[in-house]
T-cell receptor
Framework: SQTIHQWPATLVQPVGSPLSLECTVE??????LYWYRQAAGRGLQLLFY??????ISSEVPQNLSASRPQDRQFILSSKKLLLSDSGFYLC??????????????FGDGTRLSIL | KNEVEQSPQNLTAQEGEFITINCSYS?????LHWLQQHPGGGIVSLFM???GKKKHGRLIATINIQEKHSSLHITASHPRDSAVYIC??????????FGTGTSLTVIP
C-alpha cells in the first residue's frame, strides 16, 4: 500500500531563518506531488506541483521554492522566512497522468509558526 | 469570484441530524472531489465522482454536471463527523481549485 510521510509535524522558526520541509511517498512510482499551504481560516492554496524528477511548477510568486531530487521525494524550502509564511503546509500525491481523475492523498501536515 | 463555492461556511448540528453541504463550481470538470480535514489538520479523500451518486457508509455524495453542483450528505450525524469538508474541482492540468471548506460541528 502507498503511504506518504511529511515532517516535521510542527516547527517554530524566527523570521529570516531558512526552511526545509520534506515529504516522501512509498509504494508507488512517478507520482504527481504537491505542496499546499493553508493559512488560518482559509482554504488550501497550491504552492508547487511536480509531475517528475526535477520538474517543478510554481503557482504563486513567493520566497519559497521546491525541489524533487528523487522520484518520491519532494522538498519545500526557503532561504529567509517571512512572518507571512506562517501556516499549515500539506504535501500530497496522486497518480499521474490525469490528476483530475485520481484522488489526492495527503500527508499529516506541518504547522509552521514564524516568530 | 472563486471557481469553487461552498455553503454553508459553518454548520452546527445535533447528533442524529441529516446534514447537507453544497458545492457549486464554475469550471468544466471531469470529476469532483470531496475531502475531509480532521481537527488535527490531516486530510483524507472521501469521494471522487463524475456523475450521479456515491455512497460510503453514512456519507453520500451527489453531482449534477449540467448544473455544476454537488452535495455531500451525512445521515445520522455523529460527533466524530465534526471536521472541515472541502470540495475540490480539478482544472485541465494537474491542479485543483478548492472551496474554502465547511466547518461542521456535531453536538452530542
Amino acid at each position: 500500500s502507498q503511504t506518504i510521510h511529511q515532517w516535521p509535524a510542527t516547527l517554530v522558526q524566527p523570521v529570516g531563518s531558512p526552511l526545509s520541509l520534506e515529504c516522501t511517498v512509498e509504494g508507488t512510482s512517478n507520482p504527481n506531488l504537491y505542496w499546499y499551504r493553508q493559512a488560518a481560516g482559509r482554504g488550501l492554496q497550491l504552492l508547487f506541483y511536480s509531475v517528475g524528477i526535477g520538474q517543478i511548477s510554481s503557482e504563486v510568486p513567493q520566497n519559497l521554492s521546491a525541489s524533487r531530487p528523487q522520484d518520491r521525494q519532494f522538498i519545500l524550502s526557503s532561504k529567509k522566512l517571512l512572518l507571512s509564511d506562517s501556516g499549515f503546509y500539506l504535501c500530497a500525491w496522486s497518480r499521474g497522468a490525469r490528476a483530475s481523475n485520481q484522488p489526492q492523498h495527503f500527508g499529516d501536515g506541518t504547522r509552521l509558526s514564524i516568530l | 469570484k472563486n471557481e469553487v463555492e461552498q455553503s454553508p461556511q459553518n454548520l452546527t448540528a445535533q447528533e442524529g441530524e441529516f446534514i447537507t453541504i453544497n458545492c457549486s463550481y464554475s469550471v468544466g470538470i471531469s470529476a469532483l472531489h470531496w475531502l475531509q480535514q480532521h481537527p488535527g489538520g490531516g486530510i483524507v479523500s472521501l469521494f471522487m465522482l463524475s456523475s450521479g451518486k456515491k455512497k460510503h457508509g453514512r456519507l453520500i455524495a451527489t453531482i449534477n454536471i449540467q448544473e455544476k453542483h454537488s452535495s455531500l450528505h451525512i445521515t445520522a450525524s455523529h460527533p466524530r463527523d465534526s471536521a472541515v469538508y472541502i470540495c475540490a474541482a480539478p482544472n485541465t492540468g494537474n491542479q485543483f481549485y478548492f472551496g474554502t471548506g465547511t466547518s461542521l460541528t456535531v453536538i452530542p
